[in-house]
């Protein structure tokens, strides 16, 4: 008999995050993005280099996150552009949140061109004790 240790949520997570991922792959996303669950919130942290601070944009609106960003470089009259690998323009990902997450607590920080997103898990949502009462064996009335 195989057993298995199921956590809805992460379970949730995993299917919406591979998801997402398989569409933005096959899109070659300029928005790489790494998820982890910490003991009490989930971490979601965004590569943008080269993105003004000021332009990055993360909101939440019935359980999607949305994060937005852009890049924009203006070449000057005397510069002639003759590669251009680095996306330019405006990006967005966005994010199912599972109804575990406190999205009311959000909070979100950019360093170093990583813009790292941290939502709480409710309390109900998180591990706890349960305690098993002694005593007499009583039965139990359905």
């Given amino acids: 008999m195989l057993l298995t240790s ?3 949520f992460i379970q949730e997570f995993e ?16 928005m790489p993005m790494d998820g982890l669950r910490r003991d009490g919130d989930v971490v979601l942290r ?15 609106d019935r359980g999607v996150l949305s994060v937005s960003a852009r890049r924009e470089e203006e070449i000057g009259e005397q ?8 996306p330019m323009g405006t990006f967005t990902r966005r994010v199912y949140l599972s109804e575990h997450l406190d999205s009311d ?3 979100a920080a950019y360093a170093n061109g990583v813009l790292t997103v941290r939502i709480p898990v ?4 998180k591990p706890r004790k349960v305690e098993i009462q002694r005593g007499d064996a009583k039965a139990i009335r359905a």
């Fill in 6 to 8: 199921i956590d809805p």
């Fill in 15 to 30: 299917r919406q995050f591979n998801r997402l991922a398989r569409q933005s792959f096959d899109n070659g996303s300029p």
């Fill in 46 to 60: 965004f590569d943008l280099p080269g993105i003004d601070p000021d332009s990055i944009e993360v909101t939440v």
């Fill in 79 to 86: 510069e002639r552009l003759f590669v251009r690998e680095r």
């Fill in 105 to 107: 607590r959000i909070d």
């Fill in 122 to 125: 409710l309390e109900r949502a």
